[in-house]
């Protein structure tokens, strides 16, 4: 199928698109900071962690559904161009894998909020899911995913 947008409205479209600074992050990090947890942007660790809570030895990545291929309602392979989303989501899957590896070498722990928890039809209350991240870095707890809810309570 081809696509229903014109390349260069396509191109403009993707560059649009942001690493950083998204709104899920922005949420998260400014509630946790109310809280008082104090963190780092975008360290300078494997996979650029979103959040670096040196004292706490811990990460936090905020994971967009699409672009890591989380298995949610989110997450739906293009119809275009579709072995150049393969090639490069599957890329997208290796790195994360290879840069959680050297990160639990390092003894760091890791969260990964998905964007199924922050938007759409399974998102969490912000106030419960700022909750459980604090319960998490306060914990000590390894790794930990929070992805979309899935009992249909908010």
């Known amino acids: 199928m081809p696509d229903i947008v014109d390349r260069k409205t396509r191109s403009r479209m993707m560059s ?11 949420m998260l990090r400014t509630a946790l900071h109310r809280l008082g947890f104090r963190y780092r942007l975008h360290g300078k ?24 291929c989380h298995d949610c309602h989110l997450f739906k392979w293009p119809s275009s161009r579709a072995e ?17 590896s050297r990160l639990h070498k390092d003894g760091w722990r890791i969260l ?3 964007e199924c928890a922050t938007r759409g039809k399974t998102r969490w209350n912000l106030d419960k899911l700022v909750a459980a991240a604090a319960e998490w870095l306060k ?12 009992d249909g309570a908010g």
């Open 45 to 68: 660790l494997p996979g650029k962690p979103d959040l670096v809570f040196s004292r706490l030895h811990a990460v936090v990545f905020i994971h967009g559904c699409f672009w890591h």
């Open 139 to 150: 914990s000590g707890t390894t790794d930990v995913e929070i992805k979309g809810r899935d």
């Open 84 to 100: 150049f989303w393969k090639t490069k989501i599957e890329g997208n899957r290796q790195r994360d894998s290879l840069s959680y």
């Open 112 to 114: 990964t909020v998905w």
């Open 16 to 26: 649009g698109i942001r690493s950083k600074n998204t709104r899920p992050e922005l």
